[in-house]
Structures are given as structure tokens and as C-alpha cells.
């Protein structure tokens, strides 16, 4: 049972980026999905949660930049970034669970709940 994201790297601002995370070793279709990130320096901050039949949730300052979709088919889930900026510097994890908020997603990563490892995003000239 594994969450492996994938998609990260250095880009420059202005740029954008499709995240990929790959799940194995479950029903991917019977699971919502989350993505979350780390910056540096800073707390876990929610982005975004997609139900199994792909109703999607933003937080309110990630709606316009950030996109969630996921292929239940292929058990992938995708984080679309556009328009990136210096302050998307972070680590981005998926996770497998439905959040709302940040603290739910800190909440989740004390209480085990499945995360993959990480793809770091650096946004930089």
C-alpha cells in the first residue's frame, strides 16, 4: 500500500506544473484523495480534496492556481499548478483522505493516515 508522488522540480515563475501521485495496493476509486504541502519553514497547508466521483474542494487562496483531478482507471491522482510563484516553494504530498482545512491535514499526518513522500517544487529565476 503506497502513495508515490512524482511531477516536481525547478521551475521558473510565471511557469506551471502537473503533479502526479500513483497509488497502489488499494481500491484507489473507493478512497477521496487529498494534497497537501509543506514549505519551508512553515506548517502543513491543505490544497485540495477530490471525492472518489471527482467532486473537488479548494482552500479559498488555492481556487484560482490550483487544479485536483484524479483517473480512478489508472490510480493516479494529478495537482495542476499554474501561475507559480516564489511562495509555492514547498513540498507537496498526496495523501489518502478527505480534508477541509489545514489543521485536518496536520491531523491526518500525526494520525497515520496513508501519505506518500513528497515531490519538492522550487520556483525559481
Known amino acids: 500500500v503506497q502513495l508515490v508522488e512524482s511531477g516536481g522540480g525547478v521551475v521558473q515563475p510565471g511557469g506551471s506544473l502537473r503533479l502526479t501521485c500513483a497509488a497502489s495496493?488499494?481500491?484507489?476509486?473507493?478512497?477521496?484523495m487529498s494534497w497537501v504541502r509543506q514549505a519551508p519553514g512553515k506548517e502543513l497547508e491543505w490544497i485540495s480534496s477530490?471525492?472518489?466521483?471527482?467532486?473537488?474542494y479548494y482552500a479559498e487562496s488555492m481556487k484560482d492556481r490550483f487544479t485536483i483531478s484524479r483517473d480512478n482507471a489508472n490510480g493516479k491522482l494529478y495537482l495542476r499548478i499554474s501561475s507559480l510563484k516564489s511562495e509555492d516553494t514547498a513540498v507537496y504530498y498526496c495523501?489518502?483522505?478527505?480534508?477541509?482545512?489545514?489543521?485536518?491535514?496536520?491531523?491526518?499526518?500525526?494520525?497515520?493516515?496513508?501519505w506518500g513522500q513528497g515531490t519538492q517544487v522550487t520556483v525559481s529565476s
Open positions: 477530490i471525492t472518489w466521483d471527482s467532486n473537488a
Open positions: 495496493g488499494f481500491t484507489f476509486h473507493n478512497y477521496p
Open positions: 495523501a489518502q483522505a478527505m480534508y477541509y482545512r489545514d489543521s485536518d491535514a496536520q491531523n491526518g499526518k500525526k494520525n497515520y493516515d496513508l
